[in-house]
């Protein structure tokens, strides 16, 4: 009868699990802890914190960030869909909060046998830190090998276009290559900010070809921004605005500037141009516009 009990709360616990990583639950890997440590009590106990998370007030450059945020992974320009790694990630995610080590070793063994990418590193670093260090182990060397062919597809494109700067495919794929290596976490920051470089200066040329693009304009004001190259950043911000002028996105991209920089004025013309234009809003632009005309800007 108890055994029963334990697998419907399992059941219930994975079901609660996989709606959170859903709607993006802050603490995530806590709440796993939590509901997999705990039997019975574990489960009410995350979901009572799960709704005294959502009632606390945000600060503003907290709530903000989130705000801007919200299609981050979608605005990126070389987003793609991995299947396999979205079929990964759920057996992954199990195999760190089975208890019996041995289940749990070939469980990791099995996802790791499949094609790796640096979208599974969160994860795998979790594993990293596994009390067992057989599991550790292994995620280290999952680790190391997505480094090594993150870093082997940014040579192989690096010579390539050293020797045709001007062929466009070669471009773009140094710079995913690029921003896949940088969005991995894996380097110090002397390391990031030389990749960084590059990668900027990469987004620059692309934006004096056909593939120029809102997306790539985005990006560049992103680059330069986490560069510390503010007045760089603006200057994109300002003239991805005079290219697009009835993009969301440009508007949105430019207030990010504006409020990093702390320019009150700049900021609040801004706010008041999104909304006397005639661009059809998303959900995100119109809660960012809610947000600052609630709170006066």
Known sequence: MVEWGLAA?????????????????????YTVLLVAGLPVFGLPLAIIQDFAARGEAASDEERFRELMNARAASDRIF??????????????????????????????????K????????????????NEDTETSHYAVTAVMEIKRKLLLDIQKYSVRYEADKTHLPTQLAYA?????????????KRTQTGYRMTYVRLLKELLRTEAASEALYADVVRAQMALGHYDEALRYAKRFLEQYETSEDAYLVLLDVYYTLQLKEPFEETLEALKASKISVSNKGLNVIRYWSAKGA
């Open 9 to 29: 709360y399992y059941l219930l616990a994975l079901i609660y699990l996989l709606l959170s990583a859903k709607r993006g639950l802050r603490d995530f890997r």
């Open 79 to 112: 987003q793609r869909v991995n299947v396999g790694r979205e079929v990964n990630l759920l057996p992954l995610e199990e195999a760190l909060i089975v208890n019996e080590t041995g289940t749990r070793r070939r469980l990791l063994l099995d996802v790791l």
């Open 114 to 129: 499949e094609d790796m990418d640096e979208k599974m590193i969160p994860l795998l670093e979790q594993a990293m830190s």
């Open 176 to 188: 995913e290559a690029i921003q896949r290596y940088l969005n991995s976490g894996f380097m110090d």
